[in-house]
Structure formats: C-alpha cells, structure tokens
C-alpha cells in the first residue's frame, strides 16, 4: 500500500494565482507592473504583501542609484561611494533574494530592516 501523506489541516491553503503575482513581481520592474495588473483582477493579501515589497525595493534601488550618480561626479569622494554603493546594491541583492524566497514559499515575511515600512508606505496598495 502506497503511504500517502494526508495534508496538514494547520497549514494555510495557498491560492497559486497569489503566488504567482507574489513571485512575478520579483522579476523587474516591468514584472512589477505586470503582477500590480493581475493583483487588480484577483486580489489577495499575499500579492499585496510582496507588491509593497518590492516596490520598495525598487524606489530604494533607484534612490541609491541616482545618489550616486550625483556624488560620482565629485572626484575622489565619488569614487569612494562607487564602492560604498557596490556594498549597498550587494545588500538589496541579499534582501531581495529573502523576499523572493518568502514569495515562492507563500509566506507574507517582512524583509529585514524595510519590509515592516513598505507596508505602511504602500498600504494603498491593498
């Protein structure tokens, strides 16, 4: 007799079409914008959750670049942040990874040092 392991009634059910939104919108910005679209035809707060996510991600992304671009042209101080922001962009590497493997798992866990104020930022999307 085939040993079949019954599911886990504690254990939540997870809508794939969530996940999939979740996973998507890790992918770029063009994903983001895609997943925010399929989030507005089937609402769930898993999706929710990981689109505030990573669109903070993202305007953190874009805030250090455009910080740099401003500083680079300074001469030796620019290159200096040149490789401080080598360190930063390695850590939203790192944190997105975290937040790209809550996706996939279909956890709504807050990504270290920001996820717990992307949801208030973003609360509007909801």
């Known amino acids: ?70 500083i680079l042209g300074t001469g030796f101080l620019g290159a200096l942040i040149a490789g401080l922001a080598a360190i930063l962009y390695l850590g939203l590497f790192i944190l997105w990874i975290i937040g790209f493997i809550a996706a996939i798992n279909g956890q709504e866990k807050p990504i270290p040092l920001i996820g717990d104020k992307a949801q208030v930022w973003f609360k509007g999307i909801a």
């Open 1 to 70: 007799m085939e040993n079949m392991a019954s599911p886990n009634p504690s254990s939540p059910v997870i809508d794939d079409n969530a996940k999939t939104i979740a996973i998507i919108s890790y992918l770029s910005l063009i994903g983001w914008i895609i997943a925010l679209v399929m989030y507005q035809n089937k609402k769930s707060s898993l999706a929710a959750f990981h689109l505030r996510q990573t669109i903070t991600l993202y305007a953190v992304s874009m805030g250090f670049w455009v910080i740099e671009m401003v």
